[in-house]
């Protein structure tokens, strides 16, 4: 399961570069309801809707999309590794 509190992050970042959620779901080629949807935990965006929020957003590609596989996996021992890691861009 992918951590809620990180992709709210990353739509928030990328909606406050483009200027709402409308428009960055329109830059993401998909609707208002998915990014919705995506906020409220009910579905997930993929690595790749992870990696465009994080360009759009000037944020760290690399590490969001390593925080998707590594949420995927489920692993403990991973995410409470990523979980540090994920202190840094909680401070940006």
């Known amino acids: 399961m ?13 909606a406050a570069t483009l200027g709402s ?8 080629g998909t609707s208002r309801q ?15 809707k992870q990696a465009q929020l994080a360009e759009m957003a000037g944020l760290d590609v690399g590490f969001h999309v390593t925080a998707s596989a590594v949420e995927k996996t489920g692993h403990a ?14 401070k940006r």
């Open 77 to 90: 021992a991973a995410i409470a590794w990523l979980a540090k890691r994920a202190e840094d861009w909680r």
């Open 21 to 28: 959620d409308n428009q960055l779901a329109a830059a993401l």
């Open 2 to 14: 992918q951590d809620l509190e990180r992709i709210n992050f990353l739509i928030d970042r990328a």
């Open 34 to 48: 998915v990014v919705s949807n995506w906020r409220h935990g009910h579905k997930e965006p993929g690595a790749d």
